[in-house]
């Protein structure tokens, strides 16, 4: 099983230097990812989520930074919320990062799931499963085709080229019911899990992601299970929280469900994605994680 790493993206840690910092850490610490998240807005009212979500850098503008300061660590977003962007812009993005990073991209895609920003971008909420496999079908027209064309429910490509493509971008798809489950198997490269997950239930996910895989002829085997993991350094609660030793088992532990990709992400630590702490106290801390927990 691969481990990479959060990207300090949110609160008080993600700034440019620590960008740099980690990033270039990270590669030479042996980690083989790094993750951002998306986040566009957040309620007027500051308690109504979780500290993580208050300051967050763009996850794309924060990968082209990385990527920069990097050479062969892959560079992931889990996830961006598609909904918010159209699948042609975000096609043209994903495919820049991809050529200026030597095909290091993996692009994860959500539903989304705050009203504000659904209303704030003039998205809509209804069908938003057909509306995922329309997305990943013109983003991959877009990404291989010489002239793409694509007529569908929601979305339209007219008879165009986009240039230069990209090197192979690997998409995964996010969600937690059934059928979002076997659309990962279905029709992406990979699953990725939530911050709220139970770890302890995974393998029941994964085998429905798998599931999905085998009914479209795939091999379920080939299909990329990416777990972000909340870690919890301290008191034992639960999955990926204690002393090291007890995450690095818990990681383990992890492979032995079928997870093939881990990533540590500290973003959700509030002593170091928390907007409100000191930046010099939230990336101590974060260095002391990220070499603790070095593959």
Known sequence: MKIGFGAPVSGAWATPDNLTRFAESAEQLG??????????????DREALDPVYRSVLDPLVALSFMAARTSTIRLGVSLINFPFVSPTY??????????????????????????????????????????????VRVL?????????????????VPPTRMAPKPIGPQVLLGGVAPAALRRAGRIA???M???????????DEIAVVREGAAEAGKDPAAVRVVVRGVVRPGERAGRLSGSFSQIRADAEWLGEQGVTELFYDLNWDERI???????????????????????
Do not use: C
């Not at 980690?31 to 007027?44: D, I, N, V």
């Not at 994605?273 to 593959?295: H, R, W, Y």
């Open 193 to 203: 899990s939530r911050s709220a997950t139970d770890l302890e239930a995974i393998a």
């Open 273 to 295: 994605g928390n907007p409100d702490v000191s930046t010099e106290s939230a990336t101590e801390t974060a260095q002391e994680i990220l070499e603790a927990l070095k593959p």
């Open 90 to 135: 975000l096609a043209k993005q994903a495919a820049t990062l991809d050529v200026v990073s030597r095909g290091r991209l993996d692009l994860g895609l959500g539903a989304g799931w705050q009203q504000e920003e659904f209303v704030a971008t003039g998205a809509s909420m209804e069908r938003r499963g057909p509306r995922t496999t329309e997305y």
């Open 31 to 44: 980690y083989s990812s790094l993750w951002t998240f998306h986040r566009l807005l957040t309620p007027a």
């Open 140 to 156: 991959r027209t877009l990404w291989a085709d010489e002239v793409s064309s694509f007529d569908g429910e929601f979305y339209t």
């Open 189 to 191: 490269d990979g699953w």
